[in-house]
């Protein structure tokens, strides 16, 4: 996770809103600085990292509204959106690998237990008839194949192209919002209702 980046030339003794102001506009700098490398939807980390990023930038713009006289309601709606949307991705890029390591697991499970019983009959065999070969082992697998077809396999691959999906979908939706706040010139829009043009 991304570290927030150190706030300049607060101080102590001077006012909430001089202070927040400083606070708040390097907190909206870290989640636009992200900009260009969320536009790529392979990049799992930053786009976590700008979710951490709105998430600060939210929780700071609720405890400092009070100091400010415009109502900063709306643009912590389109922040909260962005969080929202940016924590389900995140969900989906957890729960896939995960999803894929069970089934190598599974598949690991099934491969030592097959191995195990073709070698026990090997050796039974071996008794009679000599010892069992590589295609002995193929052969049993097709058939233990046909065998898993009811397994929890298919749940889980239903479940990993569906998670899939929705992780499209979402990041569709991010990028189109982002977008828009873009095209709205939702920073300068909230930096001018923050008065941090005027001087943080």
Do not use: T
């Amino acid at each position: 996770m991304a570290r927030p980046h150190p706030v300049a030339g607060l101080d102590a003794d001077a006012r909430l809103r001089p202070n927040a102001r400083r606070i708040l506009a390097v907190r909206i700098g870290e989640v636009y600085g992200y900009d260009g490398r969320v536009a790529d939807p392979a990049n799992v980390k930053d786009l976590h990292d700008m979710r951490i990023a709105c998430k600060r930038l939210r929780y700071l713009l609720e405890i400092f509204g009070l100091a400010f006289d415009d109502d900063l309601g709306p643009f912590l709606d389109d922040i909260r959106l962005l969080q929202d949307l940016l924590g389900d991705i995140h969900d989906c890029d957890v729960q896939i690998p995960r999803l894929e390591e069970h089934l190598a697991w599974l598949d690991d499970r099934e491969s030592g237990a097959a191995r195990r019983l073709v070698g026990e009959a090997s050796v039974r065999r071996r008794r009679r008839e000599g010892p069992a070969s590589e295609a002995a082992f193929r052969a049993f697998r097709r058939e233990l194949e046909v065998g898993r077809r009811a397994d929890e396999r298919l749940g889980v691959h239903a479940l990993i192209g569906r998670r899939r999906r929705e992780r499209e979908d979402l990041y569709a939706r991010f990028l189109d919002e982002w977008r828009r706040l873009k095209a709205e010139r939702f920073r300068s829009r909230l930096e001018g209702a923050l008065g941090i043009d005027a001087g943080a």
